[in-house]
């Protein structure tokens, strides 16, 4: 008999993710529609139980891409978030209503420096605002979630009354957040045996953590209140969220299984796609992971010193505690070369579930061959990220880059040129001498557009390992105050440069033509 007949139903641990709403807080990310859409794909894929697609009332866009998510991701519960204005509540549900599983999450502060300072009002006023949001939200549908904002800083009483009201008028989900990263394990676990204690009720619905990183104990006080109860983490792919971040998905998903024989508590997320998932939030949200993460990191399963080696060679167990293979690490195995044909590719695609069929498997394989005439032959990892930064929709008419030419020596600063196709219809060209060739051609591109952007940020990685490995580059352009992020790979770091710098901009003019805001309501959320 496998482990998973004995399990317990009552044992399992459900995974809200909240990349798209808490983790899209974090600084410069902006995923259009279609990226979002292709990350909750993923994520369904990876078999999280909730997707919190988004913050509905924040604007248009996320009201849409909530939407558009809704209506087409199939298993996971779908939810909006809300104030708990009628105006908020409304609008999370009319996103989320398409949904066969769809979900409002509505929260208001307890904290008394959050009800004093930010809300300006009273722990009374507090209380009649829940019971009205919970109560409108369940005419709407009966999976509803309650959070207490800054749970882990507000007086437990008080809190277990809010609490107490939001269950009598219906909720199925109660989340006590620590929303400025501030508790610590034995204490978060304690305000839960307290809440348990005070507020009977909540043995009858699901109690749920959401923690903030911000000294570096999501993971460790998530897992705390799962110990003392709790069957719901609210987390996000690579720990994206507010400042330092929630508790990463990953790392949670993978210490509930690797622990179970001592905690006997599971999840349903199929980890192998842990490690895809990890890269597709990665490339398109332009924050990079870093080397020494804790399961997805470059590093987290290289052994370095030579005892370390030996000793792996001899028995894997010596010094890993997780096989590679069990989050999805792919092998660097050539799939495809550059005589490959266009079936060949479709069935990579394929085995790596990727449907694409005419005019985008068209487009699929001149980018290909365009990549394999230089790199000679490609790699899963290769083929991925080529689908994820070809295919990827544009919710805005941009920019896109003809071409560019660049003469560097070491003798002369290096000279750009390029030829820019604009929003308007026709194209421009631009030229600049700049301090290095990304310098230049950065500086071309803003002469062309005739837009002055400002660079905040520039990364560069790599997809593979080797000398003729994909550049895949993350640009951060503010225009104007606004910003916006883009990507591109390439075998050409300044050919990926020039796409992800191009599309940045594109994104950023966009966004402050439209206003600039994508930005959330002063009381919003961490
Ligand atoms: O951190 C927080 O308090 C939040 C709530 C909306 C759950 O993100
Ligand atoms: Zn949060």
Redesign the pocket.
């Known amino acids: 008999m496998s482990s998973t007949d004995t399990r317990n139903e009552s044992d399992r641990v459900l995974i809200f993710d909240t990349t798209l709403r808490?983790g899209e807080q974090s600084p410069g990310i902006s995923l259009n529609r279609h990226e979002k859409l292709e990350i909750a794909q993923q994520l369904a894929r990876l078999g999280v139980d909730v997707i919190e697609a988004g913050f509905p009332i924040t604007s248009p866009g996320d009201f849409e891409s909530v939407q558009a998510i809704a209506r087409e991701v199939e298993g996971p519960v779908i939810c909006g978030?809300a104030r708990t204005s009628k105006q908020d509540i409304d609008a999370a549900w009319n996103a989320v209503r398409d949904s066969q599983r769809p979900r409002i999450h509505t929260?208001i502060a307890t904290s008394d420096i959050h009800i004093e300072r930010k809300l300006q009002t009273t722990r009374e006023d507090v209380k009649g605002q829940v019971r009205a949001a919970v109560a409108q939200a369940r005419e709407y549908t009966d999976d509803v979630e309650f959070?207490p904002?800054?749970g882990s800083r507000s007086d437990v009483e008080y809190m277990a009354e809010v609490i107490q009201i939001a269950l009598q008028e219906g909720a199925s989900t109660i989340?006590v957040?620590d929303?400025v990263g501030y508790t610590m394990p034995g204490e978060y676990a304690a305000m839960f045996e307290q809440l348990y204690r005070l507020v009977p009720d909540l043995h009858r619905v699901v109690v749920s953590v959401?923690c903030?990183d911000d000294l570096g104990l999501a993971v460790a006080n998530s897992l705390a209140g799962v110990q003392a109860g709790c069957r719901q983490v609210?987390c996000a792919v690579n720990g994206i969220g507010?400042r330092a971040g929630n508790a990463s998905l990953e790392e949670i998903v993978m210490l509930l299984r690797t622990r179970e024989p001592t905690m006997g508590l599971w999840t349903g997320v199929d980890s192998t796609e842990i490690a895809r998932t990890s890269r597709l939030v990665s490339r398109l949200t332009g924050y990079q992971v870093q080397p020494n993460k804790a399961i997805v990191g470059r590093n987290a399963f290289a052994h370095e010193a030579g005892i370390h080696q030996d000793g792996v060679l001899k028995e894997r167990r010596t010094y890993e505690i997780m096989d590679a293979t069990t989050v999805g690490l792919r092998s660097n195995s050539i799939v495809l070369g550059k005589h490959s044909g266009r079936h060949a590719l479709r069935k990579a695609l394929q085995e790596m579930g990727y449907e694409l069929d005419g005019q985008v498997l068209n487009t699929a394989f001149k980018r290909f061959k365009e990549i394999a005439d230089r790199k000679k032959q490609l790699t899963a990892m290769d083929l991925e990220a080529l689908v994820t930064d070809e295919l990827r929709g544009e919710d805005v008419r941009g920019y896109v880059l003809d071409w560019f030419e660049v003469e560097a020596s070491s003798r002369r600063p290096p000279h750009a040129r390029v030829s820019v196709t604009l929003p308007e219809g026709g194209s421009a060209q631009g030229a600049f001498t700049g301090d290095g060739p990304i310098d230049a051609v950065f500086q071309a591109i803003d002469a062309a557009t005739g837009v002055g952007a400002k660079l905040s940020d520039f990364q560069i990685g790599a997809v593979t390992e080797g000398q003729d490995a994909l550049g895949e580059v993350s640009v951060v352009v503010e225009v104007g105050g606004t910003s916006g992020a883009g990507q591109g790979v390439s075998t050409d770091i300044i050919d990926a440069a020039a796409r992800a710098y191009v599309r940045a901009l594109s994104v950023a003019v966009a966004r402050s033509r439209s206003g600039g805001a994508v930005g959330l309501p002063e009381t919003a959320?961490?």
């Open positions: 808490d978030l929260f959070s904002e800054d989340n957040p929303t959401h903030h609210e507010e959320a961490g």
